[in-house]
């Protein structure tokens, strides 16, 4: 039996676990979808952003994790137990449970990886899905659609 706090305090997840988690998974198994390339955008063009500020765009917050793993695949056994961990609202004890014990080189690498440098291993957005890169931001004529600063 279900107890109706427990399902409100389940609810007090913020969007970036909700949406996040979800869209991680969607692109993971999809990763050739093009149903929601906004989110990828969204958190390539926000670096300033907080993770605990994201919804949908919180893709990059577990990719950049699975970049650093060299794997998306060994996001997949903390996925529930960050569910439990955010019951409540609680964002850190869910991001610890992210980035386990390397939580110094998730923060070091973060800012690199947006400078989408192929040549360096964390200095780039891998996945899932297809993230942007400085080609994403060009059309055919070479115009620019958009740019990081």
């Known amino acids: 039996m279900r107890c ?7 609810l007090l997840r913020h969007q970036w676990l909700r949406e996040g988690e979800a869209t991680w998974v969607m692109e993971q198994l999809h990763p050739t979808n093009t149903v929601d390339d ?7 063009f926000t ?9 949908y765009d919180a893709v990059g917050v577990y990719g950049h994790e699975g970049d650093l ?9 903390v996925l529930l137990p960050m569910v439990t961990a955010a019951v ?22 973060w800012g690199g990886s947006y400078d989408e440098d192929q040549t360096q291993t964390d200095w780039h957005m891998g ?5 942007p890169t400085r080609i994403s931001f060009i059309d055919s004529d070479r115009t620019i659609l958009a740019s990081i600063t």
């Open 88 to 109: 409540g609202g609680f964002d850190k004890p869910a991001l610890a449970l992210l980035m386990g014990s390397d939580s110094n080189r998730f923060f070091s690498t």
């Open 4 to 10: 109706p706090a427990s399902h409100r305090r389940l």
């Open 127 to 131: 996945g899932p899905g297809v993230p």
């Open 69 to 77: 793993a060299g794997d998306q695949g060994t996001i997949w056994p």
């Open 47 to 55: 670096p300033t952003t907080a993770y605990s500020q994201r919804a």
């Open 38 to 44: 906004k989110s990828w955008f969204k958190y390539a």
